[in-house]
């Protein structure tokens, strides 16, 4: 029950907060996964991805604006809410439970419960929604994949090089795109969230005084002429 009132109120939050820099949310073959190894143990992987100095930081490659970069902020920090309770869930082929659960079932229900967003089950199909992307405009929310020698795998991109997935060694937990392993055998990235457009100029508000100073001055025009 708590877990699914987590859930619920980082759908909502993300949602609530989106809508304010005017946004909106859009809504089988066998899945496979390569073995890698794991950059931290569990207890670090937890201290870690908990960590809003590491999962924070986005977009290394480029300049953002002060709106865009709390959007990034705010689609990492509502993965990271869902995807606290799934850290340290074991890998199962084919699974799609908390009792075990393989990468594209996990990508799936983590993209549904965090942005009410629907995936097809597999990686040979999640690989073609959204748009593709190149590496260096990762930014939070986004999907990527990994190929080695024709057997796929997809995690869910956090910001700063990290990415959460379910893999096939350590189970759902998160590791480095960095990293030789999965620097290596990076396939493709697909972005399925809205692209950021900063809100709206607000429009400026004028003092009583400013307005005074005005018509006096619009006064003074129409006495000279």
Sequence with gaps: MLASSRRSGAVLFLGATLALLGFSLAPASVPTAPAAPATTDAAATAARFANADTT????????????????????ASAIRVEGQDWLGTPYRWGGT???????????????????????PRTTATQVHRGVRISRDELVPGDLVFFRRRGVRHVGVYLGNGDFIHASSSRGVTVSTMESGYWDRYYWQSRRILPEFEPPPPQPRLVSSEARDAVRALDSARTVRH
């Design 56 to 75: 924070l930081q986005v977009a290394d490659t480029r300049s953002v604006s002060a709106a865009e970069a709390a959007h990034h902020a705010m689609v």
């Design 97 to 119: 439970t908390r009792r075990g659960i393989d990468c594209s079932a996990f990508v799936q229900q983590l993209v549904r419960a965090t942005f009410d967003i629907e995936l």
